[in-house]
């Protein structure tokens, strides 16, 4: 019996349906942004040849594909790309896929001009996107970036070679500040990070995407979500030269426990929370004296 031919319009309908019919959240885009991963082809190309036959050997992919997000792996491990302030970066299942609001961290240090040179040191750098944009949008900046995770090290550091940046951001292994302590110089002008902060009893309440697809490492930070940010506005001042600044994401909800954690501190001489595009207090830049 002669084995059906395929095409890209009925396959995307097909595809739907089936996602649909689990539960997938944006059916239809997921189809689209399979398939053209899959054929190499943006949405748009795949509109302009709706009619295009879908062979053997791509099915048998596009199939393992589906599988894979009726088992809610979230898209951007299944085509290893995500988008960053208008760059290309690599992800896998080793680091948290990047999120837009992190992307106010970046604008933030890029609208606040400092002198130069200017050190930088981001803790928790995942597959190094914060890092990366900083280095391509302010050359002069001397950059250290550390995490406890080696998995995702070694995303960063393919992102960081993808984006010329090898000689720019210098990455290490640890614990917060501990890979930096035996440095000849560990005093910087930025002290930058998007923590881990979702409380370990909210793991019930995410999507499966996140909850069984990213790093546990990445996300959650003791029962009320602070355990890193609260050592690290503990620590973040021994690391910070005169006038320097840490800047850090939070959740939706931290404001208030936040700011009460930086008042107890003395070496913070002021502080501000910027909101994200939901009007919610997502970012705070705290400055020593
Ligand atoms: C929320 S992710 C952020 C990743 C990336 N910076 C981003 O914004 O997409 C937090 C990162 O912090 C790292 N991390 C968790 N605990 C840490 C610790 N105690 N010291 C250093 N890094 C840590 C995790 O491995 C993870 O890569």
């Known amino acids: 019996m002669a084995t059906k031919i395929w095409h890209v319009l009925e396959l995307l309908e097909w595809t739907t349906g089936y996602f649909e019919k689990h539960h997938i959240p944006n059916p239809r885009l997921d189809a689209e942004v399979l398939l053209g991963h899959l054929l190499q082809k943006s949405r748009l190309q795949l509109y302009l040849h709706f009619d295009m036959p879908v062979f053997q050997d791509d099915l048998t992919v596009f199939r393992e594909l589906i599988k894979k997000r009726i088992a809610r792996t979230p898209i951007s491990y299944l085509t290893n790309?995500?988008?960053?302030?208008?760059?290309?970066?690599?992800?896998?299942?080793?680091?948290?896929?990047?999120?837009?609001?992190?992307?106010?961290?970046?604008?933030?240090?890029?609208?606040?001009?400092?002198?130069?040179p200017q050190r930088l040191l981001e803790i928790g750098t995942g597959s190094g996107v914060i890092a990366i944009a900083i280095a391509i949008n302010m050359p002069e900046y001397e950059i250290i970036a550390t995490d406890i995770s080696k998995d995702a090290l070694g995303v960063a550091e393919k992102n960081r070679d993808?984006?010329?940046?090898?000689?720019?951001?210098?990455?290490?292994?640890?614990?917060?500040?501990?890979?930096?302590?035996?440095?000849?110089?560990?005093?910087?002008?930025?002290?930058?990070?998007?923590?881990?902060?979702?409380?370990?009893?909210?793991?019930?309440?995410?999507?499966?995407?996140?909850?069984?697809?990213?790093?546990?490492?990445?996300?959650?930070?003791?029962?009320?979500?602070?355990?890193?940010?609260?050592?690290?506005?503990?620590?973040?001042?021994?690391?910070?030269?005169?006038?320097?600044?840490?800047?850090?994401?939070?959740?939706?909800?931290?404001?208030?426990?936040?700011?009460?954690?930086?008042?107890?501190?003395?070496?913070?001489q002021n502080y501000w929370f910027i909101k994200d595009y939901a009007g919610k207090d997502r970012v705070v830049l705290a400055t020593v004296e």
């Not at 309440?205 to 940010?229: K, M, Y």
């Open 81 to 116: 790309r995500k988008e960053f302030m208008s760059l290309d970066f690599y992800v896998d299942e080793r680091v948290l896929i990047p999120r837009p609001e992190t992307e106010f961290i970046v604008e933030t240090i890029l609208k606040t001009k400092g002198g130069t």
């Open 162 to 268: 993808a984006h010329d940046c090898t000689e720019r951001i210098t990455f290490l292994q640890g614990d917060l500040f501990e890979p930096i302590k035996p440095l000849d110089s560990s005093r910087f002008n930025w002290i930058v990070s998007n923590p881990p902060y979702i409380m370990s009893e909210e793991r019930d309440n995410l999507s499966p995407d996140v909850r069984e697809h990213e790093p546990t490492v990445a996300l959650f930070a003791g029962q009320d979500g602070l355990s890193i940010i609260r050592r690290m506005i503990a620590e973040a001042p021994n690391y910070l030269h005169p006038e320097g600044k840490l800047i850090f994401e939070i959740g939706d909800k931290q404001a208030a426990s936040v700011k009460a954690l930086i008042e107890e501190q003395p070496a913070y």
